[in-house]
């Protein structure tokens, strides 16, 4: 074991170690990028054709990776990518990054993770390191993926090294590059987690080893219950805020001066991403079946599901009072992705209020710069031009995601309504102008 755990390190030092990554998507290719600029070989594996594609034309799908940085590993040879997992006979440590999505009733979805760990068992060099990068329930490493390997008569110790490393890629945010992001790893032992932090240490600033694989899982699900907690609760504090006639953005402005024991969440038309709204019921469904339920979890996730229905609510009262009903309005939503300035639709709260502003047969349109176009359920629409003529044909403008570089002065010179679901206006009071 010595012996191994020394000829790994000397290959680390020497960049000789071959490093695999499962699964190029918005985690899985910014890591494979990284581990090849520091002078690795590093193999992906994707079974998205169209991805593949993509990367033979050293064309990048994935927002923050560069085209011009995606080239230059390429160009390199330090970064290729296949579709088949036999690559992985001469890989020395494999990284998953798989989906791991939810199914109907908001239950767990790891099939991904088990197809991609049955693939890999197949093709597995001997003594080599998995490190499951996948988003997923406390115990899986131990309870699903170890178990696929043994039944193909691999055994921890002898033929793999496993161990659970959460993803931390925040998708758009340039404060917290990947090196910047501490990682965290558990391993199924001591040596498990030693090997992998000598991997993430190559490329991450600090690597924080914790005792077992399940902490490392369970860090990751109280990272976003954290989140969804709070936003959970900044929503409902906004509707009470309304209920008792004081603007919610002012006293969150006023309680962050204090510079201890709080932290600003802001109040919204929902939770969307592929984050959120899924990891906490990971933990929630696990937690059930040793007999607890998380009321914090349930509670949030209802309080947040209600918003977009609160918002078209608080639209319909607004309209009643200028003698309109809501079923004969004409609405314009501006902004539909999950959050500013990135085009993501996963789970937009916009796409629930376009779906149930809809549903009460209003004429709905939407405007969104980096969405030219909406196709998801039944909804099928273009984005409109945004212009004073075309702000003025609508009887309410939801702002909905706030991006960056819109007009909003202009939207509100010329809507009879604007309901701001995110205070881009910054509390500005003017008649036409009603905040969440
Ligand atoms: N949201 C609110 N109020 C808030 C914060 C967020 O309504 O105060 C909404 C957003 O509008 C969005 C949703 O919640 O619809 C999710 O927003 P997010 O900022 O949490 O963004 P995500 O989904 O990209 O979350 C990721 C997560 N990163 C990883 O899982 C690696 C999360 O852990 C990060 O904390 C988050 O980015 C981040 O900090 O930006």
């Known amino acids: 074991?010595?012996?191994?755990?020394?000829?790994?390190?000397?290959?680390?030092?020497?960049?000789?170690?071959k490093i695999g990554v499962v699964g190029l998507g918005y985690v899985g290719l910014p890591l494979a990028i990284e581990f090849a600029k520091k002078g690795f070989s590093v193999t992906g594996i994707e079974v998205d054709t169209d991805r593949l594609s993509s990367l033979k034309k050293k064309i990048s799908y994935i927002t923050d990776v560069s085209t011009v940085e995606l080239r230059c590993v390429v160009d390199s040879g330090a970064l290729t990518a296949t579709c088949d997992f036999g690559?992985?006979?001469?890989?020395?440590?494999?990284?998953?990054?798989?989906?791991?999505?939810?199914?109907?009733?908001?239950?767990?979805?790891?099939?991904?993770?088990?197809?991609?760990?049955?693939?890999?068992?197949?093709?597995?060099?001997?003594?080599?390191?998995?490190?499951?990068?996948?988003?997923?329930?406390?115990?899986?490493?131990?309870?699903?993926?170890?178990?696929?390997?043994?039944?193909?008569?691999?055994?921890?110790?002898?033929?793999f090294y496993l161990c659970f490393s959460p993803e931390r890629i925040d998708p758009g945010n340039t404060v917290f590059p990947v090196h910047k992001i501490t990682k965290v790893v558990g391993g199924i032992d001591k040596t498990d987690a030693y090997l992998a932090g000598l991997v993430y240490g190559t490329i991450i600033e600090k690597v924080e080893l914790v005792s077992?694989?399940?902490?490392?899982?369970?860090?990751?699900?109280?990272?976003?219950?954290?989140?969804?907690?709070?936003?959970?609760?900044?929503?409902?504090?906004?509707?009470?805020?309304?209920?008792?006639?004081?603007?919610?953005?002012?006293?969150?402005?006023?309680?962050?001066?204090?510079?201890?024991?709080?932290?600003?969440?802001?109040?919204?038309?929902?939770?969307?991403?592929?984050?959120?709204?899924?990891?906490?019921?990971?933990?929630?469904?696990?937690?059930?079946?040793?007999?607890?339920?998380?009321?914090?979890?349930?509670?949030?996730?209802?309080?947040?599901?209600?918003?977009?229905?609160?918002?078209?609510?608080?639209?319909?009262?607004?309209?009643?009072?200028?003698?309109?009903?809501?079923?004969?309005?004409?609405?314009?939503?501006?902004?539909?992705?999950?959050?500013?300035?990135?085009?993501?639709?996963?789970?937009?709260?916009?796409?629930?209020?376009?779906?149930?502003?809809?549903e009460k047969r209003c004429a709905v349109s939407y405007y969104d710069p980096l969405i030219p176009y909406l196709k998801f359920n039944d909804i099928d629409l273009i984005s409109i031009k945004l212009t004073p003529s075309a702000i003025k044909r609508f009887d309410c403008v939801i702002i909905a995601t706030d991006h960056s570089r819109l007009d909003y002065a202009m939207i509100a010179g010329n809507a009879k309504l604007v309901f701001d679901t995110r205070n881009v206006y910054n509390n500005l009071s003017a008649k036409n102008i009603f905040l969440l």
């Open 87 to 159: 690559v992985l006979k001469k890989i020395d440590v494999v990284i998953i990054c798989v989906p791991t999505p939810l199914k109907k009733k908001y239950l767990p979805d790891i099939s991904y993770i088990k197809t991609a760990v049955r693939a890999i068992a197949g093709h597995l060099k001997k003594k080599a390191l998995v490190i499951l990068e996948s988003t997923t329930y406390p115990g899986t490493t131990e309870e699903v993926i170890r178990p696929l390997f043994e039944a193909r008569d691999l055994r921890h110790g002898r033929d």
């Open 212 to 358: 077992s694989v399940r902490v490392a899982e369970f860090a990751k699900l109280l990272e976003n219950t954290f989140r969804l907690v709070n936003i959970g609760l900044i929503d409902e504090i906004a509707m009470m805020c309304h209920k008792m006639d004081v603007k919610v953005w002012e006293v969150i402005k006023a309680a962050k001066t204090k510079p201890f024991g709080f932290m600003p969440f802001y109040p919204g038309p929902g939770v969307g991403g592929h984050c959120i709204p899924k990891d906490p019921l990971y933990l929630y469904w696990k937690a059930k079946k040793f007999g607890f339920s998380s009321r914090f979890i349930r509670l949030a996730s209802d309080i947040i599901s209600y918003m977009p229905a609160y918002v078209t609510s608080r639209v319909a009262d607004l309209l009643r009072k200028k003698n309109k009903s809501l079923q004969k309005a004409k609405i314009l939503v501006v902004g539909v992705t999950y959050k500013k300035d990135i085009k993501d639709l996963r789970k937009s709260p916009a796409l629930d209020i376009i779906g149930i502003l809809q």
């Open 1 to 17: 074991m010595e012996n191994f755990v020394r000829q790994f390190r000397d290959k680390v030092k020497k960049k000789q170690l």
